[in-house]
């Protein structure tokens, strides 16, 4: 474990594992985090194994051209992608509501996979992941009006990143994400390589493809 916490340079790894157990294996799902210490959480020392990808099959009703109308996509995060720069993709999390379109993005939330990991707890396999959280923008309840599109960024708490360990059973699609330019004009070294990391704020593109134009 201290080796893969200093590869991905997250200390609080081994703890967020520990509150992914809890959850997962928690009766009472009213309880807040607060309200649990950190000493009562499950103890976790097994192997971690990484994994540079998964592989996401969703229901894509006016997609023909798939088995029953499913689709299948892969899903990568990596610390070096083809010999070059890293690549962690975004994706939709499915908060158990998903579909609802009365609720602002369908009651999906975005989130950017930093790494793809599984390990062995009680004899069970857990394929996880471990996630940066983004959160809408300004007024949560309204899309951009020019676009269309609804404006997410990326979400802090305690003066750092709002990271999380969740089951890849909770990711439904990879989705794309837009940096919102402003009026300035765009430095060379903006690549597609540093671009989720270069901006403050981005549209989630529901124009990259007709199942997203659905979704979102």
């Known amino acids: 474990m201290t080796d893969i916490v200093e590869y991905v340079n997250q200390p609080e790894l081994p703890n967020m594992i520990r509150w992914f157990l809890h959850h997962k294996f928690s009766n009472d799902s009213n309880a807040s985090d607060s309200d649990i210490d950190i000493s009562a959480l499950p103890d976790f020392t097994g192997r971690v194994r990484l994994h540079s990808g998964a592989l996401s099959i969703f229901f894509a009703p006016s997609d023909p051209c798939g088995i029953h109308s499913l689709r299948r996509e892969q899903i990568r995060s990596t ?3 083809r010999g070059g720069a890293p690549r962690q993709d975004t994706v939709l999390v499915n908060t158990g509501e998903g579909g609802s379109t009365s609720l602002p993005m369908s009651s999906y939330i975005v989130a950017r996979v930093l790494l793809f990991f599984s390990f ?10 471990l996630l940066w959280w983004y959160t809408l923008s300004e ?8 676009t269309g599109m609804w404006l997410v960024e990326r979400e802090y708490r305690n003066g750092g990143p709002h990271l999380a360990v969740v089951s890849v059973g909770t990711i439904f699609r990879a989705v794309h994400l837009l940096p919102f330019f402003g009026r300035e004009h765009v430095i060379r070294s903006i690549t597609q390589d540093n671009s989720l990391d270069s901006y403050c704020a981005y549209y989630v593109n529901r124009y990259v493809d007709h199942q997203a134009f659905e979704i979102l």
């Not at 062995?120 to 992941?129: Q, S």
């Open 139 to 146: 007024d949560s309840g309204c899309r951009d009006k020019e």
């Open 120 to 129: 062995n707890y009680t004899g069970d396999d857990f394929p996880v992941a």
């Open 79 to 81: 610390w070096t992608w």
